[in-house]
């Protein structure tokens, strides 16, 4: 439940886009078609959202620098 609840603290733009890359496999193009942004815009999404769960995870104890 970890990284469930690291999740929930994303915005829901990040959030949007880590489920559908990680959890449903979709490609930038589909991810970016769907949320009718950029590709570029996913890819920072993606690199923002994982940097915030990093550092969440960190705070939990869970992950380590």
């Given at each position: 439940?970890?990284?469930?609840?690291?999740l929930?603290?994303?915005?829901?733009?990040?959030?949007?886009?880590v489920?559908?890359?990680?959890?449903?496999?979709?490609?930038?193009?589909?991810?970016?078609a769907?949320?009718?942004?950029?590709?570029g815009?996913?890819?920072?999404?993606?690199?923002y959202?994982?940097?915030?769960l990093?550092?969440?995870?960190?705070?939990?104890?869970?992950?380590?620098?």
């Amino acid at each position: 439940m970890l990284v469930s609840d690291a999740l929930a603290q994303l915005s829901a733009e990040h959030r949007a886009v880590v489920r559908r890359s990680y959890y449903q496999g979709w490609s930038t193009a589909q991810i970016a078609a769907d949320l009718g942004i950029a590709e570029g815009t996913v890819k920072s999404r993606l690199h923002y959202a994982l940097r915030a769960l990093r550092q969440t995870l960190q705070e939990m104890g869970v992950v380590s620098r």
